[in-house]
């Protein structure tokens, strides 16, 4: 799987869009790009995936660039809640038997939204 | 609420120690993930089974063990417990063990302390 690199920690005004960078430039072309969020030490949270379209839903919008070498999840109006851990994940859809479907977490960036 | 539930929620034990910790996945799913979160090595896969058979392993450590029972609950066995081994513990399931529907949810975790 491919590695990400994002922001280790970012602010954002409450009720202002949260654009979150990720840079994954050694994605293959069978790789997605997945999000996930973890609130203090809840379980992490699935936000969105995607392969080269922009995705949106209820959550978030993701965006990703045309040659697939970086992303952006945006969560357009931002609230205290959204205060987490966001963990940007570049992996395939169908893998090897023996790999299953595990989720290989980064650092991930800390999102602080402040009133 | 994802609809997994792992119990227990707080788990304090002496070194040397062993514990079990149990998982329900959601209602449905046939794959069970385990995940351990420390504060130094982050949120790390350890093992997935997926309708009863072991389908990937990560860095689990031979003094952990795992299964999936025919009623798809979970239960990792950690013994010879030692200080550093003191984390968060995730259970995650998704529908599928890998491919579409490979969307995990989490469960709220287990605090485990070894004193």
């Known amino acids: 799987d491919a590695k990400t690199t994002q922001p280790t920690s970012m602010d954002c005004a409450e009720g202002r869009a949260a654009n979150l960078p990720c840079n994954h430039s050694t994605i293959s072309g069978n790789e997605y790009v997945y999000w996930y969020r973890q609130i203090h030490s809840q379980g992490p949270q699935y936000i969105i995936h995607g392969l080269k379209n922009n995705e949106t839903n209820e959550m978030a919008s993701l965006i990703i660039t045309e040659d697939r070498k970086s992303s952006t999840l945006i969560l357009p109006h931002a609230t205290l809640r959204d205060t987490a851990v966001y963990y940007c994940i570049v992996r395939v859809l169908w893998a090897p038997y023996n790999q299953g479907g595990k989720l290989i977490f980064g650092q991930g960036t800390e999102l602080s939204v402040k009133p | 609420d994802s609809g997994v539930t792992q119990t227990p929620k707080h788990l304090i034990t002496a070194t040397g120690q062993r514990v079990t910790l149990r998982c329900s996945p959601r209602s449905g799913d046939l794959s069970v993930y385990w995940y351990q979160q420390s504060l130094d090595q982050g949120l790390q896969f350890l093992i997935q089974y997926y309708n009863g058979e072991e389908r990937a392993k990560g860095n689990i450590l031979e003094r952990f063990s795992a299964q999936q029972f025919p009623d798809l609950h979970s239960e990792l066995n950690l013994s010879s417990l030692e200080l550093g081994d003191s984390a968060l513990y995730f259970c995650?399931?998704?529908?599928?063990?890998?491919?579409?529907?490979?969307?995990?949810?989490f469960g709220p975790g287990t605090r485990l302390t070894v004193l």
């Open positions: 995650a399931s998704s529908v599928a063990g890998t491919g579409t529907y490979n969307e995990q949810f």
